[in-house]
Structure formats: structure tokens, C-alpha cells
Nanobody, 122 residues
Framework: QVLLVESGGGSVQPVGSLRLSCAAS????????MQWYRQASREQCESVAH???????YYTDSVKGRFTTSRNNAENTVYLQMNSLKPEDSAVYYC????????????????WGQGTQVTVSS
């Protein structure tokens, strides 16, 4: 059983900062790419950022220069530092991990966290 748990969401004023965390636990052999997605009300889910196991990163254009993703492989955790937040950043943020689960028959698949709400408002 693999579980992804996000934390760090909340309410913040514009130009404020938040740091999201996503910790993976369970029988994990390897974690490859870890991604952040977000979904605002009545909007489609969009990819925000990702980081590979080689520490290559990607950011969607709207967050470049403001958001930074990083990972701690020893703790199976990925972070999303969000600075200069804007109201349009308000959404439920989800993490996703491409990983191999251990066991008698190791399997590689994608896992999702439960989401954490970020609200940016004055």
C-alpha cells in the first residue's frame, strides 16, 4: 500500500507565500517523476510543475519565477514553494508520483494525493 499525503495549504493574501509538501509512504522501491497539479473551481486540472529523479524541473508558464519544486529522496517527499501568490493561483493542489511499489510482484504506476486547498485572497 502506497500513500501520498499533501500538507501546507491554506489561505494567504496576494504576494504571500506558501510551501506545500507531499510525502509518499509505504513499500516503495523507487520514485521517478513527482508532479504538482492544480484544479480551480469550474476549471480543468492543469500541470503546475514536476521534478524528475535526476532533479530536472518543469514549470507551467504562469508560475515560472514564482514557484519552485524540490524533493528529498531520503524522505520520499516533494515540495512546492510558492511565492508572490496571486488570486488566480487559488485551487486544490494535488501531487502525483510515478513510482515502483515493492512486494512479491513489484509494479510501477502513478499515485495521487488527496489534495490541499490553496486560497489567495485579500
Amino acid at each position: 500500500q502506497v500513500l501520498l499525503v499533501e500538507s501546507g495549504g491554506g489561505s494567504v493574501q496576494p504576494v504571500g507565500s506558501l510551501r506545500l509538501s507531499c510525502a509518499a509512504s509505504g513499500n516503495i522501491v523507487s520514485i521517478y517523476t513527482m508532479q504538482w497539479y492544480r484544479q480551480a473551481s469550474r476549471e480543468q486540472c492543469e500541470s503546475v510543475a514536476h521534478i524528475t529523479n535526476g532533479d530536472s524541473t518543469y514549470y507551467t508558464d504562469s508560475v515560472k519565477g514564482r514557484f519552485t519544486t524540490s524533493r528529498n529522496n531520503a524522505e520520499n517527499t516533494v515540495y512546492l514553494q510558492m511565492n508572490s501568490l496571486k488570486p488566480e493561483d487559488s485551487a486544490v493542489y494535488y501531487c502525483n508520483a510515478d513510482l515502483t511499489q515493492g512486494g512479491l510482484l513489484p509494479s510501477r504506476r502513478s499515485y495521487w494525493g488527496q489534495g490541499t486547498q490553496v486560497t489567495v485572497s485579500s
